[in-house]
Nanobody
Framework: QVQLVESGGGLVQPGGSLRLSCAAS????????MSWYRQAPGKGRELVAR??????ITNYLDSVKGRFTISRDNAKVYLRMDSLKPEDTAVYYC?????????WGQGTQVTVSS
């Protein structure tokens, strides 16, 4: 059974930081491109950051470049979020893709508010 379990969300003040984690099980993790998406209330889901498999090539949404950092180790993917803004408020989802296989986590809420 494939599971992607996110953690690390919460309430943070503007300018603060959070680190999201996604633990993967049931897949051969090293084969999967891993990504973080987010969905704000009333909006569609958008790709925030992606990290490839063996080369660890990263891509970021323009609005988070220089503030967010995606990384991975043997079985987890992380999203370090610094200088958070109210517009970063959303549910953040972990995503794993390998060829035609795609899996999603259940999401973790991030709220940036004073």
């Amino acid at each position: 059974q494939v599971q992607l379990v996110e953690s690390g969300g919460g309430l943070v003040q503007p300018g603060g930081s959070l680190r999201l984690s996604c633990a993967a099980s049931g897949i051969t993790f090293r084969r999967y491109d891993m990504s973080w998406y987010r969905q704000a209330p009333g909006k569609g889901r958008e790709l925030v950051a992606r990290i490839s498999t063996t080369d660890n090539i990263t891509n970021y949404l323009d609005s988070v470049k220089g503030r967010f950092t995606i990384s991975r180790d043997n079985a987890k993917v992380y999203l370090r979020m610094d200088s958070l803004k109210p517009e970063d408020t959303a549910v953040y989802y972990c995503n794993a893709v390998f060829l035609r296989l795609q899996y999603w986590g259940q999401g973790t809420q991030v709220t940036v508010s004073s």
